[in-house]
């Protein structure tokens, strides 16, 4: 196939996989909308200065390390997204009932958060057994499981409630993990026909330094990541130690 030379201006979907230990690759998730996607590669080199001339001038060189990093923004939130800005491990609680679930005494005003989320059938009494009203004692947020009270009540408890299927993401709990990078792209300059392939064999990203939780504008995710070389693909010339990558006209 011949060679194909473009200006370029890049766009496409990254996709992310966990790496396995042996190598293989677990299926890959679209990551969705990413407004960057850049490897950032540097190395190291040694030089050696001769010493008989009176110059010392460079002799030779040396490569003595190359690294290559993964930057990549990401523009929408989702569970995965979450877990991976993070660091967080994602788990699944399967729906269930909750019964007599103490709150303790609370004054108007208060807000309590349920341990649980995506709530129904709640039905809250005080010490004495009494039952609190929905709008006048209470106002539930069901989607959220957080309760706002505005009575003054004394041994409040969730004698019980439903509660649906939801994912939880704990922050910085997840276990060392590798992934694979795969950008499917295409060049977006007018006319052009060129689309690209590029692939990171194992990285392993680092948390993001921030996350927002309250914007004014369109909130994203920026995370860094470090790729390692890849003991089961770097002796072979069509993958080399870290990534590689398909221009296609």
């Given at each position: 196939?011949?060679?194909?030379?473009?200006?370029?201006?890049?766009?496409?979907?990254?996709?992310?996989?966990?790496?396995?230990?042996?190598?293989?690759?677990?299926?890959?998730?679209?990551?969705?909308?990413?407004?960057?996607?850049?490897?950032?590669?540097?190395?190291?080199?040694?030089?050696?200065?001769?010493?008989?001339?009176?110059?010392?001038?460079?002799?030779?060189?040396?490569?003595?390390?190359?690294?290559?990093?993964?930057?990549?923004?990401?523009?929408?939130?989702?569970?995965?997204?979450?877990?991976?800005?993070?660091?967080?491990?994602?788990?699944?609680?399967?729906?269930?009932?909750?019964?007599?679930?103490?709150?303790?005494?609370?004054?108007?005003?208060?807000?309590?958060?349920?341990?649980?989320?995506?709530?129904?059938?709640?039905?809250?009494?005080?010490?004495?057994?009494?039952?609190?009203?929905?709008?006048?004692?209470?106002?539930?947020?069901?989607?959220?499981?957080?309760?706002?009270?505005?009575?003054?009540?004394?041994?409040?408890?969730?004698?019980?409630?439903?509660?649906?299927?939801?994912?939880?993401?704990?922050?910085?709990?997840?276990?060392?993990?590798?992934?694979?990078?795969?950008?499917?792209?295409?060049?977006?300059?007018?006319?052009?026909?060129?689309?690209?392939?590029?692939?990171?064999?194992?990285?392993?990203f680092s948390p993001a330094g921030e996350l927002g939780f309250i914007q004014d504008e369109f909130g994203q995710i920026e995370l860094e990541g470090q790729a390692k070389s890849d003991?089961?693909?770097?002796?072979?010339?069509?993958?080399?130690?870290?990534?590689?990558?398909?221009?296609?006209?």
């Amino acid at each position: 196939m011949a060679d194909i030379t473009e200006y370029f201006s890049m766009q496409g979907r990254v996709y992310l996989g966990l790496r396995n230990a042996d190598g293989s690759r677990q299926p890959a998730r679209w990551v969705y909308d990413s407004s960057t996607l850049n490897w950032a590669m540097t190395s190291e080199r040694a030089e050696k200065t001769e010493s008989n001339t009176g110059v010392r001038g460079v002799a030779a060189t040396m490569k003595t390390s190359r690294s290559m990093a993964v930057n990549l923004t990401l523009g929408q939130l989702n569970t995965d997204n979450l877990a991976l800005a993070t660091d967080g491990t994602r788990i699944e609680v399967a729906a269930g009932t909750v019964t007599n679930e103490v709150l303790g005494s609370v004054k108007a005003g208060d807000v309590i958060a349920l341990d649980y989320a995506v709530v129904s059938d709640l039905a809250l009494v005080d010490g004495t057994a009494a039952p609190l009203v929905a709008g006048t004692d209470y106002e539930l947020n069901p989607k959220t499981g957080i309760l706002q009270f505005f009575t003054t009540k004394a041994g409040v408890k969730a004698s019980t409630y439903d509660y649906g299927a939801h994912s939880i993401v704990t922050a910085m709990s997840a276990l060392s993990r590798d992934y694979y990078v795969l950008f499917d792209g295409l060049n977006s300059v007018d006319g052009a026909e060129m689309v690209c392939r590029g692939e990171v064999h194992r990285v392993s990203f680092s948390p993001a330094g921030e996350l927002g939780f309250i914007q004014d504008e369109f909130g994203q995710i920026e995370l860094e990541g470090q790729a390692k070389s890849d003991p089961f693909r770097q002796r072979d010339p069509k993958w080399g130690p870290f990534a590689r990558a398909m221009l296609i006209g």
